[in-house]
């Protein structure tokens, strides 16, 4: 069975400062996608991000940045000098590409609600 | 582009009423899945449609079903409602081509309260 978790269900910072959310995830296939979705207050989730699990290498994209360790079953997502706009609750998922996950369907974390303050 | 699209954004209902939540899928998608969302928690499974047929289903009782339609957009049909089915149901559209199921992008959701 997948399983995801996020430790940190809020964190609260001041603008411009670096945060980092943690995902720890739980699965028994070798071939398997990590995401990252962005949900703001209006409800919908945003696609961030998508790793497969052959590909460890980390990604940057502007002030995000992601950190995938398959040694330890995590994948960090760093913000880096947050902005207010940045305030949302983030989702990490993961979706097993093995028979057994029919549908494909994503297990999430909990979510960390991020509070980035002026 | 146009993005994955749900209606309605609110609705009420009573407990044991009948409810249709509807998704039309972004172009170019052929599978639509289901999730549900308590307040404070993280989006469930409930299941895929893909070629008009459920594609895999997560943990949810058979009074949930759904139709997809030969536009690719889809029905969610929750019978006989309970107070714990109030959460936001979010539909995801994606392009399944082989085996898997390419990334899952969302609409707004529907904010289902049962009174």
Same mark, same amino acid.
């Given at each position: 069975a997948q399983k995801v978790t996020q430790a940190q269900t809020e964190i609260s910072v001041v603008e411009k400062e670096d945060v980092t959310l943690d995902c720890v995830y739980e699965t028994r296939d070798t071939t398997y996608y990590l995401f990252w979705y962005k949900q703001p207050p209006s409800g919908e989730l945003v696609f961030l991000i998508r790793r497969n699990s052959f590909d460890e290498q980390n990604e940057i994209s502007g002030r995000y940045s992601w950190n995938f360790q398959k040694s330890t079953s995590s994948f960090n997502f760093t913000i880096t000098?947050?902005? %207010? %706009?940045?305030s949302a609750v983030y989702f990490c998922a993961l979706s097993e590409a093995g028979p057994n996950n029919a549908g494909n369907m994503l297990t999430f974390g909990g979510g960390t609600r991020l509070m980035v303050k002026p | 582009e146009t993005g994955v699209t749900q209606s309605p954004t609110h609705l009420i209902k009573t407990r044991g009423q009948q409810v249709t939540l509807r998704c039309s899928s972004q172009s170019g998608h052929n599978t639509v899945s289901w999730y549900q969302q308590a307040l404070g928690q993280g989006p469930q499974f409930i299941f895929q449609y893909y070629r008009e047929e459920e594609n895999g289903r997560g943990n949810? $009782? $058979?009074?949930f079903s759904g139709l997809q339609f030969p536009n690719y957009s889809s029905e969610l049909n929750v019978n006989a409602l309970e107070l714990d089915d109030s959460a936001l149901y979010l539909c995801a559209s994606s392009l399944k081509r082989g085996g898997y199921t390419d990334t899952q992008y969302f609409g707004p959701g529907t904010r289902l309260t049962v009174l």
């Open positions: 000098a947050s902005q %207010v %706009v940045d | 949810f $009782p $058979p009074r």
